[in-house]
């Protein structure tokens, strides 16, 4: 049997899951703990301070980064074929947390850039040593983070995650993968 998730790993699920679905502004200490289920003062025992808590989710933003690049590099099709593939919102807790740290930097909160800016640059530099040009892991970055932000989206559109045309996404992902290929 698995162990209970810890009052620390709770409550950065638990702030993760408020600024996902509500926004920076509601996810205040006292909402976060109970949202946790946690003491305003266990919480404060972790987390000094909201700045804390979004430094705290920033590294372990970080972390989940790390092991997603590895599961990319080691991936049978290659780095940008995972990239793509894994760009609808799975709702993990890899993408609750992604979610929330885009929340943290519409507010502007340094951790959450750096942990943004820093996963990004690990994609783009697995995929362009993969495909070897820029523009063209340019832009099965923006293949990935379109699908990512069509996702969010509201309403049950034609998405691959929902039956869409994944396949076909993969094969143009092949495309240029080949072309860069040709090019060199």
């Known amino acids: 049997m698995s162990r209970p998730p810890a009052a620390r790993e709770k409550l950065l699920d638990a702030y993760a899951e408020l600024l996902r679905d509500e926004g920076e502004r ?11 289920g946690v003491s305003k003062g266990g919480l404060l025992y972790h987390f000094k301070t909201k700045e804390a808590l979004a430094e705290a989710l920033s590294e372990q933003m970080l972390e989940l980064g790390r092991a997603d690049v590895e599961k990319m590099r080691s991936a049978p099709d290659g780095p940008s074929e995972y990239y793509v593939r894994t760009s609808v919102n799975t709702k993990s807790r890899f993408d609750v947390t992604y979610a929330a740290l885009i929340r943290l930097l519409q507010a502007d909160v340094a951790s959450a850039k750096h942990a943004i800016e820093t996963i990004h640059t690990w994609w783009l530099d697995l995929v362009l040593e993969e495909v070897g040009d820029p523009s063209v892991a ?4 923006l293949i990935g983070d379109g699908l990512y932000s069509y996702a969010a989206l509201p309403g049950e559109l034609n998405r691959p995650e929902a039956g869409g045309d994944m396949d076909g996404l993969l094969a143009q992902v092949r495309v ?3 072309a860069a290929a040709a090019g060199r």
Do not use: S
């Not at 205040?28 to 949202?35: D, M, P, Q, S, W």
């Open 138 to 141: 340019e832009t099965i970055l």
């Open 26 to 36: 509601a996810a205040t200490l006292e909402a976060v703990a109970n949202k946790a």
């Open 176 to 178: 240029l993968k080949a």
